[in-house]
């Protein structure tokens, strides 16, 4: 209510009081109303319209007070209705909680909270089941369990810092209720508002079994590593002292057949030391397998000739395959580049490998090895890598099916039984696939029993694109024949003669040549000694009748057959080319005839004939070498073979004895220096001689080499003969030529007196 409201009611009520008050008096005095009139009703109806505000005044107050109940009665229900949800909400946080702490509760893991200090500010039942505490007892106590003795003290994780680490986990060995228990430890920093650490949660969850599963399986690792070692050093071990006789035997049987013998006698030396490159074939398969088993297969990463090292394959199974009568041949398409980077020898051990097998399984026919460029690898590692495919197809007894799915497994062959007809270990195989696997390739066979097999695999290596490729001769326009009934020799060389720009025909036989001759004026004519017809000697007469004049013809014959050469010069051949046929070089050669340069007649223009033990080098006749060996067989071949290059020679038995010739005589030029010797042995001896002399002084100081020979074969012995400091490494059994080879390079041509 304002002022002037209060005011007006105020005066009201005084009128209409002095109104009354005036009348009473007059009545009073006179026993009469007197006075004045209007006074009288001007009082009377000020008090009135006193009286008429008030009443108003009440009623307008009393509006306002419905309209406050109403307000206050609106107010109420919403509060009722917020008190309502409240206690909803309320319960149902009370529901949420008792559901979570019996979640928590019933978790197995070990929960816990606790102020930065230690102190716990909350437990789970499993915590107080695995420590073995009540909860009441544990709230408010710091957590201080007992650590395994043979375990690192606790870790720390200094969350006190205010460092914003979001949680740590660790593994530990408490002492629980159940005797000694691994936790693994997920500890939660809880921080306030304002980042500071406030609590920490940690969750332990028992992880024994997993610990007793790991520490077994770190116990069956070191057990399968140390049983690998032992294997190894078996293998090792055994591989020496197989190799050490087996050198003396196929060295000895060499030497016997470099004298005079009746046939007998040379079949039955020849057979001996066939058997024994046979053993020492098989003891490398085994040290491969081994190596490969370890984990220690290693890709060099060298340039090489791609076509080189297929020719080199197909004549060292040269050999093998003319003893069987079959034929072996190459062919490398004319896309796929010569010079390569990569691994050539383990790619020439597993083309060795499944040719050789190819051959093994082979009576008629032949063997055929192919290169062509592979599908592109998608993998962006692969980038820079050409990928290429190499088949070896055979005519052969094929394999069966089910036998197609194991034969690339260990020690695995396709006729498995005692009475096989073919042996070996079943480890060649499984070798090749792990080396093309480390390769980047797959391998794989496509066979049918009796219907002959493709072996093929791929492998990622890298074009050396620092080496200028030599061109091809060019036999551009130039018309060959190939005359050979062998599809197997005569299909790669039309197809690698016309890569080189010729126009090439071949001929099953001498009768269907001739035919094609007549109509046809040819150049070179390259005929097998075998044809359908007859001999070469029968045929050639056939086939030069029809050829224009300066037409050359080639025969093709293996090494073995030279002799008759006379008789097929005589019959119209103009040379001759050894079989497996070595493109290039054959290119070469023809090219040569084409231009009228003819190399040196009855040679290969690549293949000279091989010396079976090499001869004596008269450029480097009188050098004195030392030889340190202890076995006295061994100690025979190894002098026998140095005297018959013409060198002088000492043998002693040992290191000491070794040192000991070292300090009589300085004039030794070489140290053929055996590794496994009693008292000092080869590595010590050779320690001793490189500390003499680095004594020595600048002027008078001389490296001697020193040249090991020995049967350890593996990449460790190596190193270790390396290491102590020799110059190079040959194995037992010992190669002549490369003992030749290894003489000429550690020693320098001595000039003689006139």
């Known amino acids: 209510m304002n002022l002037p409201r209060i005011a007006a009611l105020v005066f009201g009520f005084g009128a209409a009081i002095a109104a009354v008050a005036v009348m009473a008096l007059r009545y009073v005095e006179g026993g009469e109303a007197t006075g004045d009139p209007v006074l009288v009703a001007a009082l009377v109806a000020s008090a009135l319209g006193a009286l008429a505000v008030t009443i108003l005044d009440a009623r307008h107050r009393g509006r306002l007070l419905d309209e406050q109940n109403a ?34 509760d019933a978790q197995g893991d070990a929960i816990l909270r606790k102020w930065p200090d230690g102190r716990l500010t909350f437990v789970n039942d499993a915590f107080c089941a695995v420590f073995g505490v009540a909860r009441e007892d544990a709230i408010g106590r710091i957590f201080k369990p007992s650590f395994h003795p043979d375990d690192p003290p606790p870790l720390l994780h200094g969350y006190s810092d205010g460092g914003d680490r979001p949680r740590a986990r660790y593994d530990q060995r408490l002492r629980t209720a159940k005797g000694w228990r691994w936790y693994a430890w997920e500890d939660y920093p809880i921080r306030g508002e304002n980042g500071q650490l406030t609590e920490i949660q940690s969750v332990g969850r028992d992880i024994t079994e997993r610990k007793e599963v790991e520490r077994a399986v770190r116990a069956a690792r070191d057990r399968a590593e140390q049983m690998s070692k032992a294997k190894s050093l078996f293998l090792a071990t055994m591989s020496h002292e197989i190799r050490t006789p087996m050198n003396g035997v196929i060295g000895m049987a060499g030497l016997l057949l470099e004298t005079s013998l009746t046939p007998d006698q040379r079949a039955y030396a020849l057979a001996v030391k066939q058997s024994g490159e046979a053993l020492v074939e098989l003891i490398n398969d085994i040290l491969d397998f081994s190596k490969v088993e370890a984990g220690g297969l290693e890709l060099a990463r060298e340039p090489f000739g791609l076509r080189a090292s297929v020719d080199q394959v197909t004549e060292l199974l040269a050999t093998r395959a003319q003893q069987k009568g079959i034929e072996i041949a190459a062919c490398v398409d004319a896309d796929v580049p010569e010079d390569m980077l990569g691994d050539a020898q383990r790619l020439r051990q597993i083309l060795l490998n499944l040719a050789g097998n190819a051959i093994k399984f082979t009576e008629t026919g032949g063997v055929t090895l192919r290169v062509a460029r592979a599908a592109p690898d998608q993998d962006p590692k692969a980038r820079g890598r050409l990928r290429l495919r190499f088949e070896v197809e055979d005519t052969g007894i094929g394999i069966p099916e089910e036998a197609r799915q194991r034969i ?347």
């Open 71 to 104: 307000g206050l009665k609106r107010v109420a229900e919403v509060q009722k209705r917020t008190v309502d949800r409240l206690q909803i909400i309320n319960a149902e946080l009370k529901e949420n909680e008792q559901r979570y702490k019996g979640l928590v």
């Open 408 to 754: 690339f497994g260990h020690f695995e062959q396709a006729d498995s039984t005692h009475s096989r007809k073919f042996g070996g270990t079943g480890l060649g195989l499984a070798i090749s696939k792990k080396i093309v696997e480390a390769m980047g390739g797959e391998i794989g066979v496509e066979s049918a029993l009796g219907g002959g097999s493709v072996f093929w695999f791929t492998a990622a290596l890298v074009p050396n694109r620092l080496v200028e490729a030599a061109p091809p001769p060019d036999l551009s326009g130039r018309r060959i024949a190939v005359v050979s009934g062998s599809p197997i020799l005569r299909e790669p060389l039309v197809a690698r003669l016309r890569q080189s720009g010729a126009k090439v025909q071949g001929f099953a036989s001498a009768a269907e040549a001739a035919v094609a001759l007549v109509a046809a004026r040819t150049d070179i004519v390259l005929t097998d000694i075998a044809l359908p017809d007859g001999d070469a000697e029968t045929c050639l007469p056939q086939l030069t009748a029809w050829l224009p004049a300066g037409a050359a013809v080639i025969a093709l014959l293996p090494p073995a057959q030279r002799g008759r050469i006379p008789a097929l010069k005589a019959a119209g051949a103009t040379g001759y080319h050894v079989t497996p046929v070595r493109h290039y070089g054959l290119e070469r050669r023809l090219a040569a005839l084409l231009a009228g340069a003819d190399p040196e007649d009855g040679k290969s223009a690549d293949q000279p004939a091989p010396a079976p033990l090499p001869a004596r080098d008269e450029a480097r006749a009188g050098v004195h070498i030392l030889v340190a060996e202890d076995n006295e067989i061994n100690t025979l071949l190894t002098v026998s073979l140095i005297k018959r290059m013409g060198h002088s020679v000492d043998s002693v038995r040992d290191g000491a004895e070794a040192l000991a010739a070292l300090d009589l005589r300085s004039d030794y030029d070489l140290i053929l220096m055996d590794v496994h010797m009693p008292g000092v042995d080869g590595i010590e001896a050779t320690r001793r001689i490189r500390e003499g002399e680095a004594k020595l002084p600048p002027a008078a100081r001389a490296r001697l080499p020193i040249i090991a020979l020995t049967a350890s074969v593996m990449d460790e012995d190596r190193q270790n003969c390396l290491a102590a400091g020799m110059d190079d490494f040959l194995t037992k059994p010992l190669d002549p030529n490369a003992l030749t080879a290894a003489i000429a390079r550690w020693t320098k041509p001595r000039i003689r007196a006139a």
